[in-house]
């Protein structure tokens, strides 16, 4: 778990109901211990320059593309994402996975809104809680579309993809109830440290 900014208690109290003993990541030797990693929702721009300050930005990318699993959670997606539109000037990102977002794309923090969404590989939908969230815009041919928005003006736009090992959604799983995301991701940790 980065634990740099953002959702940090909330994704690690997710994991540990499902039993995983989550370890938070300040430092690159916390990092080089891991077999996964999630980056939450905060304020991207904010966790780079953290990142930055804590030497963790340059370990975070080469860890990354080595095959590293990850899941990030809105503020996490656009940390993942190769391309970002609408970002702050000089936006930096620690890519891997072949998408355009938008950040901020539902707009400002009173558009936030909750929305159950179907994802692809889980039986029931999932509660998505969307906060000043990005969307993705395009995406490259090794990405799976696994969920987007079903009503309302965003209808039809993409709110979680999967990359090989990369996993990332637009919305907060750790504070939507219901633990279908993070055990989708641990399962994924579970099948890359097995091959």
Do not use: K, Y
Request: glycine content about 12%; overall charge negative; aromatic content about 4%.
């Amino acid at each position: 778990m980065l634990a740099l900014q953002g959702d940090v208690r909330e994704h690690v109290a997710a994991l540990s109901s499902l039993g995983v003993a989550a370890r938070t990541v300040r430092r690159e030797t916390e990092l080089a211990s891991v077999v996964g990693l999630v980056l939450p929702g905060g304020e991207s721009t904010t966790i780079v320059r953290l990142a930055r300050t804590f030497g963790l930005l340059e370990p975070l990318r080469a860890r990354i593309a080595d095959g590293l699993p990850v899941l990030g959670t809105c503020a996490g997606m656009i940390l993942l994402a190769d391309r970002v539109l609408d970002g702050a000037p000089g936006q930096e990102t620690l890519g891997g996975l072949d998408v355009t977002v938008r950040r901020n794309a539902f707009g400002r923090q009173v558009d936030s809104f909750e929305e159950d969404v179907d994802v692809t590989g889980l039986d029931a939908p999932v509660h998505a809680v969307f906060i000043r969230a990005p969307w993705v815009e395009s995406t490259g041919p090794g990405v799976e579309v696994l969920a987007t928005v079903t009503t309302g003006p965003a209808a039809g736009r993409i709110v979680m993809v999967r990359q090989g090992p990369l996993m990332a959604t637009s919305f907060h799983p750790e504070v939507g109830g219901g633990s279908g995301i993070h055990r989708m991701f641990v399962d994924l940790v579970a099948q890359q440290t097995q091959s």
